[in-house]
């Protein structure tokens, strides 16, 4: 089966990452398929979760983060359309297309960044949230950069971003992080509910409601993007980013040293 299903009902679009073995941790291919997904999307309203018993941990680290070799060019082509911004962020963060992220399980690293582009979060019980980005010795890409202190206010933000803290639903409820945390089997019934409610509406009056907040709050996210996208380049050279992706994949504690 394909790592991404599509699946289009009443206007109301359902893109599930579907890597349960992987916890969903993105490939260049996965990453290529969800950009391609949202912008030829005609839904009027788009949902985004993911099976098994993680919403997406991030990058692939033995593809993405654990290899020295470059992206594939088609990748990397990608990104020069986009100005550095990873493409399928600026999919995401440049459709007027309502999102809503149904989080049914863990989301970390680049997981957190998908569900920080969604206009509406939904969380299972079971969902939990962090922005690992610093524990690679990573800068986080550009929604954690633009979208996370909106939410959740500067000095939370901050925390969230220095730390590499993990938090459950709950916290991520009564920090603003998400708009609501409900049963895990009730969490594709309450997406469904807010998507179908938004689907009903006038879908022109939708998109420029979407395209004015965007205008209106955000910042230009291909400049932040190329911002980050400069960061984490240079930073996967350092020997903190090498050794927490080695401590990672070896299982242990890293060891910092500042180089």
Sequence with gaps: MSDLLYEVNDHVGVITLNRPEAMNSLTYQLYADLED????????????????????????VKQILGNPEPAPQ??????????????????????????????????????????LMADIRVASVN?????????????????????????????????????????????????????????HEDLMDQAHEIAGKIARNPPLAVQALKAGLRHTLEPDWRDTGRWASEQIGRLRTTEDSKEGVAAFLEKREPVYTGR
């Design 74 to 115: 088609e990748f990397r082509d990608r990104s020069k359309k986009t100005g550095g911004l990873t493409p399928a962020a600026d999919a995401l963060l440049h459709t007027d297309i309502p999102v809503i992220a149904a989080v049914n399980g863990a989301a970390v690293g680049w997981g957190m960044e998908l569900a």
């Design 127 to 183: 969902a939990k949230f962090g922005e690992l980005f610093v524990i690679r010795g990573l800068c986080c890409d550009a929604p954690g950069l633009g979208r996370l202190a909106q939410l959740v206010g500067r000095e939370k933000a901050a925390e969230l971003l220095f730390t590499g803290e993990l938090i459950d639903a709950e916290t991520a409820h009564a920090i603003g992080l998400v708009g609501r945390v409900v049963p």
């Design 37 to 60: 997904t949202v912008r030829n999307s005609e839904a009027r309203a788009l949902i985004i979760t993911a099976t098994g018993r993680a919403f997406c941990a991030g990058d692939d």
